[in-house]
């Protein structure tokens, strides 16, 4: 975000000592570790955010999109990484954290989806993630916009997304 011309950067993260060390000396850099996402308020992020990036692990994004909607501008932007080990129930849940189904995936990207909505973003792209998480899980990549959209993300593009991520995805192996 800073190579592409980002006057400040919010890095918000519950735990610490995650920041690479040329971030944390980067005055246009605003560290709040130990901060949960659920409690951020606009006195520590007194800006409205223009764009926003999402990988949050151990937390639904029914939590982040709310806050999110508060702390950004009118059309602001952002891209979240969906990870279907945090959105699926337990029951969902293979060994290791790791989910395999196809279906999962479907219904995991089509709840992440209505969280944005029901905050009042409007889902403008979807992909996967060309990188699987560390536990081989499959990712995907939601793009999100307030400003309104005439196309939605539709269930074929869903069905799409999921089928290229199997496809793409298992032929790279873990």
Partial sequence: MLQNGAVRVYCVDVGYGQLAWKLRCDDRVVNLERTNIRYLT???????????????????LSHIFPVAAKLTSTDATGVCLVKPQFEAGREKVGKKGVVK??????????????????????????????????????????YVTKEAQQNEITQQQIDDAVQQAHAALAEAGK
């Fill in 101 to 142: 189904e196809a279906e999962t995936h479907r219904e995991v990207v089509a709840k992440a989806i209505t969280y944005a909505k029901e905050s009042g973003f409007y889902p403008a792209g979807l992909s996967f993630s060309p990188i699987k998480g560390p536990e081989g899980n499959i990712e995907f990549l939601l």
């Fill in 42 to 60: 606009e006195d520590k992020v007194p800006d409205l955010i223009e764009f926003f990036s999402v990988d949050v692990s151990f937390i639904s």
